[in-house]
């Protein structure tokens, strides 16, 4: 079925210009869509979450504000409109690579947008589940599936058990599924979070408490449980209420959190035999956060906040404190012996 692209402006001509090149570009790409335009009150465009105009209109949701590029047009002609077009939509350009690494949280952006999961792709949301489904629990679904079919195609051809590992093989020692799945969660798979978007996660959960949604539609929207999506939440308030560093209006970005989720997801699970390895990676992660200038300190301390009941005390801070840290405390400590 051809979409059908509404055109709004408070000014009919304006909304004229804008449908006029829409037009365009569906004719220069041999496709068939019903462009509308009118002119309507200011009331009933800010009803519809307009900021700006004229706006562009699917299936009742605004999909762009202004004049939009031909590229983006081209998108709404050709949004998948099943689970398999949308997986292979995504399979396509990695086929010949394995590259699950990538498919955390700037490709579940893009598809959000790109696939129209913000309300607009309303066949796409209706083969996800619901066609009121949230963009990012649609998006995480896709790229579940695109997952699951890179991995078994990851799988060791047979023959080949006594071959050397590759390093694609290889299992890393920080896991972040296997942290994950402590809270609920089912790791990549249920969250769409990796090493690197575990930030991510922690900025969903606190933009969503900050709007004021409840814990539980978070931890059902992210799959995760709902202890943990507190726990989340009581870190990043800490965060960003603390008008000492962060506060609320400091842009989103992926320091220092990524270091703080990083430090939790490690020490938020019992230790399994490898005390040292984990204790490596938060030493990394503060050592790296020094260096960027941020307080490693309060990062730990916020980290090793809200902690499940029942784990051993977080290591001391000396135990973790970067060594060129440790070599000033050292040298203080000399002086102050000294005098």
Avoid at 13 to 21: G, L, N, P, R, T
Wanted: charged residues 25%; positive net charge; proline residues 7%.
């Amino acid at each position: 079925m051809s979409p059908v692209i509404l055109v709004l402006s408070l000014d009919f001509v304006e909304s004229q210009i804008v449908a006029d090149a829409i037009r365009l570009t569906v004719k220069v790409a041999g496709r068939n869509a019903l462009v509308v335009l009118a002119a309507c009150q200011r009331d009933y465009l800010l009803s519809l979450g307009a900021t700006a105009v004229p706006v562009v209109v699917i299936n009742k949701k605004i999909v762009w504000q202004g004049q939009p590029p031909e590229e983006v047009v081209r998108e709404w002609l050709d949004w998948p409109k099943s689970l398999e077009d949308a997986v292979q939509r995504i399979l396509k350009p990695i086929e010949d690579r394995l590259d699950t690494a990538s498919l955390g949280w700037t490709l579940g952006m893009a598809i959000r947008n790109s696939f129209g999961l913000w309300g607009a792709n309303i066949d796409l949301l209706r083969a996800c589940g619901s066609e009121t489904m949230h963009a990012d629990r649609a998006s995480e679904l896709i790229l579940a599936e695109v997952r699951r079919r890179l991995a078994s195609r990851a799988s060791p051809p047979s023959g080949t058990a006594n071959a050397p590992i590759k390093p694609e093989y290889r299992k890393q020692d920080f896991d972040p599924d296997e942290l994950l799945a402590q809270h609920g969660a089912g790791g990549r798979i249920g969250t769409g979070c990796t090493w690197s978007s575990l930030a991510d996660l922690y900025y969903k959960v606190h933009r969503r408490r900050q709007a004021g949604e409840p814990p539980e539609h978070i931890a059902g929207a992210l799959d995760i449980s709902e202890s943990y999506a507190a726990r989340i939440d009581r870190r990043m308030a800490q965060w960003f209420d603390d008008k000492e560093n962060a506060g609320p209006g400091i842009p989103f970005g992926r320091d220092p959190i990524e270091h703080l989720a990083a430090i939790a997801a490690v020490l938020d699970v019992p230790p399994r035999a490898r005390e040292e390895q984990n204790l490596a990676i938060v030493k990394w992660h503060l050592r790296e956060a020094k260096r960027k200038g941020f307080d490693w300190e309060r990062i730990y301390r916020v980290a090793t906040t809200a902690r499940p009941e029942g784990l051993a005390p977080a290591p001391p801070l000396d135990a973790v404190r970067p060594s060129h840290d440790r070599r000033a405390v050292n040298r203080a400590a000399a002086r102050k012996g000294a005098g």
